[in-house]
C-alpha cells in the first residue's frame, strides 16, 4: 500500500483520462491519494471528486500564487470548507518568493491565516515553499504546535531542522530522483522515519526517465523506491512507512 500525500487531480490535465489514472495508481499499488486544493474554486472541486471516489481525500486551501487580493469572504468560505469532516487538511498554502505572483505581504498574510484555522480545526497544514526558507521557518514559528508537512520539500539538509524540530512532516517527489540533487537526498536520508512522506505533485516533478512528460499517482512509486534507497530499507518496508505517517497526520481512514 502506498500512499501519494500530493496531488492535483482536479486540474484540466487529467480531464480526458482520469478512470485511466486512477487505475494505473492501482495497479502501481497507489491505494490512496490527497488531492489538494489551491484556491477555493479547485478546494471544491476537490471535495466533489474524493466524494465519488474512496480512495481520494481533499484538501481545501489557497496557493501563495492566488494571495493577492484574497479578502474576508473569500478567508469565511475557506474556513467553511476547511471545516468539513471529509476535508483532511488546510492547505496548500505557504510562501513563494521565486516566482512571485502574489506580493509578499499578501502572502505573508494569507499563510498566517492558514495557519490559525489549522490550530483552530485541529488539522494539518499543507505548505508550499520555494526561495522562502527563512520567511516561511519564521512565520512556522510564530504559531507554535502547529501540525502538518512541508510538501515537495527541496531544499537540502541544513535547512531540514527548523522544520522537523517543530514536529513537521517532510515529503519528497520525484524530484529525489534527479541526479543534480544530491542535498536533497541527503535530506531524505537525514529526516525521522516517523515523519517522511511521499508524493507526486502531480501533474509536474516526473520522476527520472519520465521527466518532461505528465506526473501521475503511480510514479510516485519511483519515489518511494529511491526513498527506500536511501535509507536501506526495501520499497515494500517504505511503503508501509510513509502510509503509516500519512494515516496518523490525515486521519486517513
Excluded at 186 to 209: H, I, N, S
Excluded at 222 to 242: I, N, Q, Y
Amino acid at each position: 500500500m502506498i500512499t501519494d500525500s500530493h496531488t492535483h487531480l482536479t486540474w484540466h490535465d487529467y480531464a480526458s483520462d482520469l478512470d485511466a489514472v486512477l487505475a494505473r495508481a492501482q495497479e502501481a499499488g497507489v491505494t490512496r491519494m490527497l488531492v489538494v486544493g489551491t484556491n477555493l474554486d479547485t478546494s471544491r472541486q476537490c471535495i466533489e471528486l474524493c466524494r465519488r471516489h474512496g480512495e481520494l481525500f481533499p484538501t481545501v486551501g489557497i496557493h501563495p500564487h492566488d494571495a493577492a487580493g484574497v479578502g474576508q469572504q473569500d478567508l469565511a468560505e475557506l474556513a467553511e470548507l476547511c471545516a468539513l469532516d471529509e476535508c483532511v487538511a488546510v492547505g496548500e498554502t505557504g510562501l513563494d518568493f521565486f516566482k512571485e505572483y502574489s506580493p509578499r505581504a499578501d502572502q505573508e498574510r494569507l499563510f498566517h491565516a492558514h495557519l490559525e484555522l489549522a490550530l483552530k480545526l485541529d488539522k494539518p497544514v499543507i505548505i508550499h515553499c520555494r526561495d522562502a526558507h527563512p520567511a516561511t521557518a519564521e512565520i512556522i514559528a510564530e504559531h507554535p504546535g502547529v501540525r502538518g508537512v512541508m510538501h515537495c520539500y527541496s531544499m537540502g539538509p541544513e535547512e531540514l531542522p527548523v522544520y522537523t524540530e517543530a514536529g513537521l512532516h517532510i515529503s519528497f517527489s520525484g524530484a529525489l530522483t534527479y541526479p543534480a540533487n544530491e542535498a536533497n537526498r541527503e535530506a531524505a536520508r537525514a529526516v525521522p522515519a516517523q515523519l517522511l512522506l511521499a508524493e507526486t505533485d502531480c501533474p509536474f516533478l516526473a520522476p527520472q526517465g519520465r521527466r518532461g512528460k505528465r506526473n501521475e499517482p503511480a510514479f510516485v512509486a519511483a519515489v518511494v523506491d529511491e526513498l527506500a534507497r536511501l535509507r536501506g530499507l526495501s520499497p515494500s518496508e517504505l511503503a508501509v512507512l510513509t502510509s503509516e505517517n500519512a494515516t496518523r497526520l490525515f486521519n486517513l481512514g
